[in-house]
């Protein structure tokens, strides 16, 4: 017993000695759960995406267009949209001509369009216009989804409204008008009531369709499945016109996004793995040697940036190849373009793995820092899910990280198939942050002993 | 050939070399000996162009030697005292990285291999992953990997760490032979053997200083060592060790050995005419010479570093 615990109480001693590994078996299982747990709405007040861009342009002048418009503008899940920004920074009203090319920048992904004839006495229900980019198919889904939930609890009247009018054109006014006086007495017969406000509401077309919308609020599968008879009834009285603005050839979009956010979470690790490499040609003895040769430091340095930068565009090109076997990812169609951003990518990707090496003092503590970094960024950078399901303020921190613009390059080609010029902004900020990486790392490698 | 003007390198507070002026001659095989943290490492890597001094110049053949002038140390070899091989890689293609590096190329590339593997009996492993070597034929690799461009100074950083005793000698003949060739070599070690059979000139070097400089006999006789005579502490000899105190330093030892260090002018004749006198036989003597581990430890003390 007492050698069981002696030996015991040695593997503690090594494990509370070695933080690397605390940091691994640890911390990183932690910060996945916080993270997954915010996606999840956990320890949120509210759950759900948030801050989705949603431009809206309004061409109606019904009033209740505009409570369509305040009511998705106090939605926690957009962030709407009405004003067009000039260069010279005063604003107009967004109008319908602006959408697709600003959708075809980048600017937002999801555009609602409340047409002039919102309401029609040439049918029944609602028209609107869906304009979208629907690169992320979760995210999309949800979208459509939490506009019809919006659009059905916030204007039953809009509904209410096309219904009379349709009548009214079938009917004539007279007809229509004695419809609804036999309607009020059935219903005051039935249910009691003042018949002088049952007609008012008919006739400004509140039919009641309000309370449908709270009961599908209140529902469960609310966030756009249409599972329940209110769901069903509502879709049948709104039209939905959706156009999608970027990406219409693509085959397998969903493929698409997966295989560009696992394949840089998986060069990230790979290029991690080849930093902690720094250290064992260190101990080696190795650096000493090569130095002492006609080799300077900054050539070994730079063999191993070109080193990373082929290995991971290589890797990447064959997972994108292997996406285009398995599942069908358009790679032939835009290889130049997907090239160029994979070689940006794996540049950045290099320059980050030179970096831990640089800034940490042992393998195991470079490993651990790796491990730790990449999942943070894979999950906040959106390589497992949208980033509009995390909160804002992840959604900033997305932005700092690598695979949040690997991901957005990849898209942007595969999916947008932009040119080289359109891919330009993307490229500037991976290449730029591979710059900023490098510079950290040469400078912390001059002054570190890892050389000497 | 090598030249080291007031080298001080200083690590923070600490002083690891401190004002050291060394000059190597061509052809010679200087050794460099000092216990844990006296300055060798740092003397080496200097040397090497790894690191820069604080103050002083090294020059090579007159050429100044810099950790920013690659070019200059085309002429130096290291082998570090790590084994500084590739694992992955077979022999062949460690000898391949490292001839290229220095500029070697095709038939001439290939034949320095050749030579290199023979020379350390790796021809028939050449094609074998280095990790599938055993400790000794790993530091034979580590040799021969430093010796493919013909440097003019070969640097050997504790090189027969952990070696089996053949492969030690072979690695000792080698070197010789290297330098009856012409080759300088500085050798820096810990095992006083190697430096007394390897050594032309041997350093002494402790707290970044030299504290002695010479051929192994300058050192045995610079220092204050004569030859010393031992034995045994017994009733027997009790009045023959009080006879000789007058004619030298005698001194009584834990293990019950006298120690008799006589005087300049006091003959061996007339110490052997003494014991007779007190009727102790002449084989309880033993006459001993000084050792380089002796001067070793009068120099550097007996404190264990760490």
Redesign the interface.
């Known amino acids: 017993m007492r050698i069981l615990l002696t030996l015991l109480a040695k593997d503690f001693a090594i494990l509370r000695r070695n933080r690397g590994a605390l940091v691994v078996s640890l911390l990183v299982p932690m910060l996945i759960i916080y993270i997954v747990g915010l996606v999840f709405g956990l320890g949120r007040t509210d759950s759900g995406p948030t801050g989705i861009p949603l431009a809206v342009v309004n061409q109606s002048n019904n009033p209740a267009a505009q409570i369509l418009v305040t009511a998705l503008q106090s939605q926690k899940s957009f962030r709407v949209l009405t004003k067009f920004v000039n260069p010279d920074k005063t604003t107009r009203p967004l109008a319908e001509a602006d959408l697709r090319p600003m959708i075809r920048d980048r600017q937002f992904s999801y555009a609602l369009v409340i047409p002039r004839d919102v309401i029609s006495d040439d049918r029944i229900g609602l028209r609107l216009k869906i304009l979208s980019d629907p690169r992320n198919d979760i995210e999309s889904q949800m979208v459509n989804g939490l506009l019809q939930k919006t659009i059905f609890s916030n204007v039953p009247q809009l509904l209410g409204q096309s219904l009379q009018a349709r009548a009214k054109k079938y009917l004539g006014d007279p007809a229509d008008d004695a419809f609804n006086q036999a309607i009020v007495r059935d219903i005051v017969a039935t249910f009691g009531g003042n018949p002088d406000v049952i007609l008012a509401n008919i006739r400004n077309g509140d039919f009641g369709f309000s309370q449908l919308g709270k009961r599908l609020h209140s529902s469960p599968t609310a966030a756009g499945s249409s599972t329940n008879a209110d769901d069903d009834v509502l879709s049948r009285l709104v039209s939905l016109e959706t156009e999608q603005v970027v990406g219409k050839d693509v085959k397998s979009p969903t493929a698409t996004r997966i295989v560009g956010g696992y394949a840089v979470m998986f060069l990230l690790f790979a290029l991690s793995a080849s930093a902690t490499a720094f250290f064992d040609e260190q ?4 650096f ?9 430091r900054g ?1 070994l340095l730079w063999s191993r940036f070109l080193y990373g930068v082929l290995f991971g565009l290589i890797q990447l090109v064959a997972l994108f190849f292997a996406g285009h076997l398995l599942y069908g990812v358009d790679v032939f169609g835009h290889l130049g373009g997907l090239i160029v951003i994979c070689a940006s990518v794996a540049a950045a990707c290099t320059g980050f793995g030179m970096l831990i090496a640089a800034i940490t003092r042992s393998p195991q503590a470079a490993s651990s820092l790796a491990t730790l970094l990449t999942i943070t960024m894979s999950a906040c950078g959106g390589a497992w899910f949208p980033i509009s399901f995390m909160p804002e303020f992840m959604q900033h921190i997305a932005k700092f990280t690598i695979v949040y613009w690997a991901i957005e390059g990849f898209n942007a080609v595969l999916w947008a198939g932009e040119t080289f010029t359109q891919l330009l902004p993307i490229l500037g900020i991976l290449l730029g942050t591979t710059v900023a990486v490098m510079t950290i790392a040469v400078w912390r490698f001059n002054g570190s002993k890892i ?2 | 050939m090598l030249s080291l003007r007031s080298v001080t390198k200083r690590y923070g507070t600490l002083t690891a070399l401190d004002d050291i002026s060394l000059e190597i001659a061509r052809g010679e095989f200087f050794g460099l000996l000092g216990p844990n943290g006296a300055g060798k490492s740092t003397l080496m890597s200097l040397v090497a162009g790894l690191r820069a001094p604080n103050a002083g110049t090294l020059a090579l053949d007159g050429t100044p030697l810099t950790t920013t002038d690659p070019a200059g140390r085309a002429a130096l070899g290291l082998v570090p005292q790590q084994i500084a091989l590739y694992q992955e890689l077979s022999a062949e293609q460690n000898l391949h990285i490292f001839g290229s590096l220095y500029g070697l190329r095709g038939p001439t590339l290939r034949a320095r291999i050749d030579e290199a593997l023979a020379a350390v009996q790796l021809t028939e492993r050449h094609r074998h992953p280095v990790k599938t070597f055993s400790g000794g034929m790993q530091r034979r690799l580590n040799l021969a990997a430093a010796l493919l461009h013909r440097p003019k100074l070969l640097l050997c950083d504790e090189p027969t760490v952990g070696v089996d005793p053949q492969s030690r000698n072979a690695i000792f003949e080698y070197l010789e032979r290297l330098n009856r060739d012409g080759l300088t070599i500085i050798y820096s070690t810990h095992y006083m053997e190697e430096a007394t059979r390897l050594c032309s000139r041997i350093a002494i070097i402790d707290h970044g200083k030299i504290h002695a400089l010479g051929t192994l006999d300058e050192l045995l006789t610079r220092l204050p060592f004569v030859d010393e005579i031992a034995f045994p502490v017994s009733p027997a000899t009790a009045a023959f060790a009080a006879a000789l105190a007058a004619h030298g330093d005698l001194s009584d030892s834990t293990d019950d050995i006298h120690r008799f260090r006589p005087r300049a002018d006091f003959k061996l004749s007339a110490f052997y005419a003494l014991a007779e006198t007190h009727a102790v036989p002449a084989r309880v003597f033993s006459h001993q010479r000084p050792t380089l581990e002796a001067v070793f430890l009068h120099l550097t003390g007996r404190r264990i570093r760490e």
């Open positions: 101990n080696a003895g190795l000493q040697r090569l130095l002492s040769s006609p080799v300077s050539q050389f000497e």
